[in-house]
């Protein structure tokens, strides 16, 4: 699977895709780019049969995951 973007970073273990996104010298901002990224990786982990959960995440601080009860 191609990992050659620009905002994003694609990692595939045990069925899960890491989907990462990269720009926190940006705070993390999302443009033109990034949402052309995503729609590519997105269709492509749609027709991966191998990818069973997508997990979407970024570095830095600007984007803090939610703890669910």
């Given amino acids: 699977m191609n990992n050659a973007y620009e905002h994003w970073i694609l990692e595939v273990k045990n069925h899960i895709a ?3 996104l990269n720009r926190a010298n940006k705070k ?3 443009d033109e780019t990034t949402l052309k990224e995503l729609a590519i990786i997105t269709e492509k982990l749609n027709d991966e049969v191998d990818v069973w959960v997508v997990i979407i995440q970024a570095v ?3 984007f803090k ?3 669910l009860v």
């Fill in 60 to 62: 830095g601080d600007c």
């Fill in 28 to 30: 993390n901002r999302l």
């Fill in 65 to 67: 995951p939610i703890k």
């Fill in 18 to 20: 890491y989907l990462t």
